[in-house]
């Protein structure tokens, strides 16, 4: 007999595995396997164990040899005995720390309290009723053969919705074809980076994931100056690049659309130089006190890749995103993402097929553009009167916007931030390694993702944090 199982349950002893296997007597073996079961956790403190008969009929074993293993383990302190309580595991009995004993202590993290990290919308925004309605009648409506391997472009349904929205709503020049389904924009730069050859340029300041991932497979990036128009992409032709990644509609972070003329400029760079433009348009549906501004796509489908998801417009969790490919690409990504790739769930595609095809997602947009741009005016006019001297920059779209900072006091103000227990992100952490742009002070605070009640606590909490106006000098 070397294991068995004892019935009863958990909390209580259930399907209580003990391996009886070893050398020595029975008793021995069953007191040696309960001590490893309580050092292990397997057995939590105040568990209780299952009656002695009833264990010892279960092992095959002597009714006496339970008992007495139960009793010396109690007399050891493993366990407790009570009239009414039966035996239980001893409070006391802690499991076994599986790590160093002595190994490095580090700080616990401050608790986030106020969530002002760019990027991400409000959660609590979810339009849950809408998404489960859209599920319910997707799912109802879908074929047998969507629960299949399918497509690994993605669901036919979601792509037809999609090739119908971008269209409508952004004037990408698309067909059902040419998209490709992934989970999410870092996933879809990750299967571009695998069949795009040479070095790829990105804006000096931008998202360092981003950057990581475009240099997993390949040279590392190449950084181009940011200024007020956007990316210089006059500095293309002396780079080598054979691609450049763009966020054409709002400069990710520093704000602003990418000029009209460097618009019309890096689609002529790519034509003469046989080159790919990537478009990020991560948060294209959002725009406030400016027209809407076109993909850059639309001017030529066969030289740039537009880029979208919906983690901004609805949710991270969804892992939802989409690749507007030109034609001769398609086939060379679906190679890359392969069969066996991570692939977004069929539930979830058919699901927003339907959101977009019935309208529920411009609905939703519509209400999300009313409370981001309250949540934007609070932000400014806050700002405004506590802390007139920190300038803010890039709202004019977004979830974001950049506070810019006196020289030197950024990582001050960072400090100050996580002891108010504010997450935000320093404009620093966003500037390339390589980039020749002098540094700049700022941080990048994101209004999209605090719940409405805690947005002006946050906000209060951001003034604490900030640097104080400087000195003015007596008589000047």
């Known amino acids: 007999m070397a294991e068995s199982w004892a019935n009863s349950e958990p909390r209580n002893g259930s399907e209580l595995y003990l391996d009886l296997g070893g050398t020595g007597s029975v ?17 939590a403190p105040g568990t209780r164990l299952p009656p002695y008969r009833a264990l010892a009929l279960d092992l095959g074993i002597a009714r ?44 616990a993290p401050r608790r986030v309290l106020y969530d002002l990290a760019p990027s991400s919308p409000d959660a609590a925004a979810f339009p849950r009723d809408a998404w489960l309605t859209s599920a319910r009648r997707a799912l109802a409506a879908a074929p047998t053969e969507a629960f299949g391997v399918g497509d690994p472009r ?3 349904e979601l792509r037809q919705a999609l090739a119908d929205y971008l269209a409508r709503a952004r004037g990408v020049r698309a067909e059902p074809g040419r998209i490709v389904v992934c989970a999410g924009f870092a996933s879809g730069l990750r299967l571009l980076r695998q069949v795009l050859a040479g070095p790829i340029a ?29 990316a210089r992409v006059d500095e293309l032709s002396a ?21 009209p003329e ?9 034509r003469a130089s046989g080159a790919i433009v990537l478009e990020d348009d991560y948060d294209g549906e959002f725009r406030y006190d400016r027209d809407p501004v076109g993909a850059v796509q639309g001017l030529d489908p066969d030289r740039v890749v537009y880029l979208g998801s919906a983690s901004k417009s609805l949710s991270p969790g969804l892992r939802l995103g989409w690749m507007v490919l030109p034609g001769r690409l398609v086939e060379r990504v679906v190679a890359a993402k392969g069969p066996r790739e991570t692939w977004s769930g069929v539930g979830d595609q058919l699901t927003l097929a339907d959101f977009l095809s019935s309208g529920s997602y411009e609905r939703h947009l519509r209400r999300m553009r009313k409370v981001y741009r309250r949540r934007r005016d609070q932000l400014t006019t806050t700002l405004a009167r ?64 605090p719940p409405e009640h805690l947005f002006t606590a946050a906000l209060d909490a951001l003034c604490l944090a900030l640097p104080a106006p400087p000195q003015t000098v007596e008589g000047r």
């Open 27 to 43: 008793r021995a073996r069953l007191m040696g396997a309960l001590r490893e079961a309580i050092r292990s956790g397997r057995l």
């Open 64 to 107: 006496n040899t339970v008992a007495q293993a139960y009793a010396e383990l109690a007399e050891e302190g493993w366990l407790t005995a009570r009239q009414g309580s039966g035996t239980r595991v001893a409070r006391r009995a802690a499991p076994l720390e599986t790590g160093p004993a002595h190994g490095p202590v580090h700080p």
């Open 154 to 156: 993605g669901r036919i």
């Open 202 to 230: 990105v804006e000096s300041y931008g998202l360092d994931f981003h950057r990581s991932i475009l240099s997993e497979a390949g040279p590392a990036t190449v950084p181009l100056t940011v200024d007020a128009d956007g």
């Open 239 to 259: 780079t080598g690049a054979r691609a450049v990644l763009l966020t054409p509609a709002h400069q990710y972070p520093t704000g602003g659309p990418l000029h």
């Open 262 to 270: 460097r618009r019309a400029a890096v689609v002529d760079w790519a």
């Open 386 to 449: 506590r802390a007139p001297h920190i300038r803010v920059s890039g709202i004019a779209a977004g979830l974001h916007a950049v506070l810019d900072l006196p020289p030197g006091t950024e990582d001050a103000a960072l400090r100050a931030a996580r002891r108010l227990g504010l997450a935000l992100d320093g404009l620093g952490a966003y500037r390339h390694p390589a980039g020749a742009m002098p540094p700049r002070d700022g941080l990048v605070i994101g209004y999209g993702t």
